[in-house]
């Protein structure tokens, strides 16, 4: 049953970029990617954990496809510039969750080795980010701009398997390693990419959505 809750969260979520409308779709748009970008930092496997067939899953797998997704839509819209403006808006967003939370546990709590850990979480996080946003924006552009790929499904689709390759595996190794968690590491990377390829099929089925809001209201 997790599983249906899993996925209809997931596409109630996605779905949410529709309530700005085409006019408010840019605002819609930066407030879903900062608070996935974010939240998918804090509510993740370790955290939070979801029990699915004996699985461990997190919502974070369907918060980071989020954060990829209105990325890539705001790059298929308004191109790179606004892309990259989007995708280092909610890095440093992100970042700056991890300095005030280092700040009030040093001042909460005194200084020990246990309140880093978080901080470099957000830090291995942001950097996975990085490398992740970069090499979507460039390749997904160099397709376009050479009418190699056109096709904003198939984009999308390309997009989210190389966040999903790249941010998974990076994020719960070095999170893992770094929290010494009990969790077994190669399950939550594997449960991290089967979240993750669900919320691309969701993400699919929005910009379908998304698509056919905009050529009816188009008619009208």
Do not use: H
């Amino acid at each position: 049953m997790n599983l249906v809750y899993f996925t209809l969260f997931a596409l109630l979520l996605f779905v949410s970029v529709l309530l700005g409308g085409k006019k408010f779709r840019s605002s819609a748009l930066y407030a879903l990617a900062i608070g996935g970008c974010v939240n998918a930092n804090f509510f993740n496997a370790k955290t939070y954990p979801i029990d699915i067939f004996g699985l461990t899953f997190g919502i974070d797998s369907i918060l980071y496809t989020l954060f990829i997704f209105c990325v890539i839509v705001l790059l298929l819209d308004q191109g790179k510039k606004q892309a990259y403006i989007l995708s280092f808006s909610s890095i440093i967003a992100t970042m700056l969750c991890a300095i005030f939370q280092l700040v009030s546990s040093l001042l909460s709590k005194g200084y020990s080795n246990n309140v880093w850990i978080p901080f470099f979480d957000f830090f291995i996080s942001s950097i996975s980010s990085v490398i992740v946003v970069i090499i979507i924006i460039e390749l997904l552009s160099f397709f376009k701009k050479r009418n190699i790929i056109n096709n904003q499904y198939l984009l999308l689709l390309i997009g989210g398997l190389i966040a999903t390759l790249i941010n998974s595996p990076t994020y719960y190794f070095f999170a893992n390693l770094l929290n010494e968690s009990p969790l077994n590491t190669l399950e939550v990377i594997s449960t991290s990419l089967i979240g993750k390829l669900i919320s691309i099929g969701v993400s699919l089925l929005t910009l379908f959505t998304l698509n056919l809001y905009d050529n009816k209201s188009k008619k009208i």
